[in-house]
């Protein structure tokens, strides 16, 4: 989008247009763009509109209902918060006795949205003017939020008492950036704010290295889902409890958090597969805190390196999917196959830790035949190359 683009949608005629397009279907598209065109619409209106359609169906994954009255860049939905998460973001500012808060890289808005619904004052600041203008519509709603377009590391924060920064991540060449100094702003000059207002948070990728981690930082990845969404860096009162690392997992409408306990993590040791084999969640993984999965479903690691934890009894936890056991083997093609195409498998899931086996390349050569349905576990037990032939495990009556 362009700003030629969002005043002709900012318009009457644009923004009735858009609140009465049909929920977006890729397939009617080009339909529905020509008949608007035959009916006289403006070309660039109809591209505008329909683009905005398109953006706003992507968006609900995101921001549910209200992304049908948002708008959107393509890299501005992209980077955006989620809102079940953006909300998580702002329970700690209200918690920790935030009164007004500047997100001083508010993209499309949806983090500051998330702030302003629980009555915060929102400075939201956007280097970018066309995204500034993005989230000025979208925060038309919240009269406590104000919208500025400028620097976020030099604007005025007289008056605030709480930040939050969620730098790009994506170098220009769009490629994801790991390393935080090719963050932008780079992630040592937001972090320098925090001398200034101690109540400091930043949204990271969740493949930070521990070592990049500041000390005084409790840093917190989040799953939706089972998708390892982000990292939190979070600072001074957004941090009752202190440094450390920690995780939240978010699956429906459960949310479970976890952190590593003060007193470190638990020791576990290393074994043969059992009954049961546990998944931790990512986020879990991320923070470092699969031992707390073992100890939880008293179990131990397939291999010291491996995030798999196997157990001889069920015990549902939301940290981990669960399977049951079926067979274990050592790695060989001829084998494999031959146990799969017993099971009459036509269908299989690959997962893999700690091989280079490709699982498509894997799959081709199994050529299998059936009707039935397999998850294959691809790992090291014990230093070893092993095959764990699994099928989701149910609670134990």
Not at 113 to 123: P, S
Not at 300 to 314: E, F, K, N, P
Request: negative net charge.
């Amino acid at each position: 989008m362009d700003a030629a683009a969002l005043t002709q949608l900012l318009s009457p005629e644009g923004w009735a247009l858009l609140g009465a397009l049909p929920p977006y279907d890729e397939r009617l598209a080009l339909v529905l763009s020509e008949r608007l065109r035959s009916e006289g619409v403006a070309p660039d209106l109809v591209a505008a509109a329909l683009t905005q359609s398109r953006l706003r169906s992507a968006g609900r994954a995101k921001f549910d209902d209200f992304a049908d009255g948002m708008l959107f860049t393509q890299a501005g939905l992209e980077q955006a918060t989620r809102f079940s998460v953006a909300a998580r973001h702002a329970q700690r500012y209200a918690a920790a006795g935030c009164t007004t808060v500047a997100d001083l890289t508010c993209g499309i808005g949806g983090d500051s949205m998330a702030l302003a619904a629980l009555g915060l004052g929102v400075v939201a600041i956007d280097s970018d003017e066309l995204t500034a203008a993005l989230a000025t519509v979208n925060l038309r709603h919240f009269p406590e939020a104000e919208v500025r377009h400028g620097d976020g590391l030099t604007t005025d924060l007289s008056g605030v008492d709480g930040l939050f920064a969620d730098p790009a991540r994506r170098t220009t060449a769009g490629r994801r950036a790991h390393d935080p100094a090719a963050y932008s702003p780079p992630l040592d000059a937001v972090l320098a704010l925090r001398e200034k207002v101690p109540a400091l948070g930043v949204k990271v990728g969740p493949g930070i290295p521990h070592a990049a981690l500041p000390e005084d930082a409790e840093t917190q990845w989040v799953s939706v889902d089972r998708d390892v969404v982000e990292a939190g860096l979070w600072f001074g009162p957004l941090a009752p409890e202190g440094p450390g690392r920690g995780a939240l997992v978010l699956r429906g409408t459960r949310a479970t958090a976890v952190r590593e306990p003060a007193d470190g993590l638990p020791e576990v040791d290393a074994g043969a597969p059992a009954t049961y084999l546990y998944e931790p969640d990512g986020a879990v993984i991320r923070a470092g805190l699969v031992a707390m999965v073992a100890a939880e479903v008293q179990g131990r690691l397939l291999d010291r390196t491996i995030a798999y934890v196997t157990a001889d009894h069920l015990v549902p936890t939301p940290l981990a999917t669960a399977y049951r056991v079926l067979d274990v083997m050592p790695f060989g093609l001829k084998r494999l196959r031959t146990a799969l195409r017993e099971r009459g498998v036509g269908r299989v899931t690959i997962k893999k830790r700690g091989t280079a086996v490709v699982p498509e390349q894997l799959r081709r050569q199994l050529d299998l035949r059936g009707d039935a349905e397999a998850t294959v576990v691809l790992t090291r037990v014990r230093g070893a190359q092993q095959v764990l032939l699994v099928e989701p495990a149910g609670e134990e009556p």
